[in-house]
């Protein structure tokens, strides 16, 4: 009786790997740091045009918007979201105004700009998709982000160094430690 009862567990363990990894396919797509990097790299434009940072070297709006920030609220026309990179000693904020949503700008919290996110070929739910990072100084290329997913992200210098790789609200560095904080005040709604 127990070689029976041992034959059928061994038959029904056998089949039963076939059956999970029918279910591991239909998972999603993991990506490596080196595989994330030749995406991201892949088309990306190495200068933005200066038309999209002249106007915006400013921010008229600065005071406005860190009351909205400390008050957690939003101003007509626009979404923020706050940022604190290095533990602390860098502070700033990002506006995204409703009638450009492919352009994030970066303020320092003064308000003077210091980059500016582009992403004009994402579709919401489509993922992956990159960001490129251009300095508001001189319009080159500073990083790329390739989003893999609502929660996750990988980021890289121009060189292709990973900067972060961003679980949540943490980035994280290539050995895994934590080394960023961000959050997020108004979800910044894609089209």
Known sequence: MKKIII???????????????????RGSVAFTVESARKLAFDGLELKLDKKHIKPYLYDENNKENLLALKNNTEPEGRYLM?????????????????????????YAAGGTLVAI?????????????????YSALTGNLISIGL?????????????GKLKAHWVGNTGYNAKGKPIAKRSV????PSE
Do not use: R
Request: charged fraction near 25%; aromatic fraction near 16%.
């Open 147 to 159: 989003y893999i997913s609502e929660d996750e992200q990988y980021a890289y210098t121009k060189n």
């Open 7 to 25: 034959i059928l567990f061994l038959l029904l363990n056998i089949s039963l790997p076939c059956i999970a990894e029918e279910t591991v396919l």
């Open 82 to 106: 706050s940022f604190e990179m290095l533990k602390g000693i860098v502070k700033g904020y990002v506006v995204v105004y409703e009638d450009k949503p492919d352009y994030a700008y970066y």
């Open 185 to 188: 005040i108004n979800q910044i």
């Open 117 to 133: 996110d582009v992403d004009t070929k994402h579709k919401e739910g489509q993922y992956p998709y990159k960001i490129g990072k």
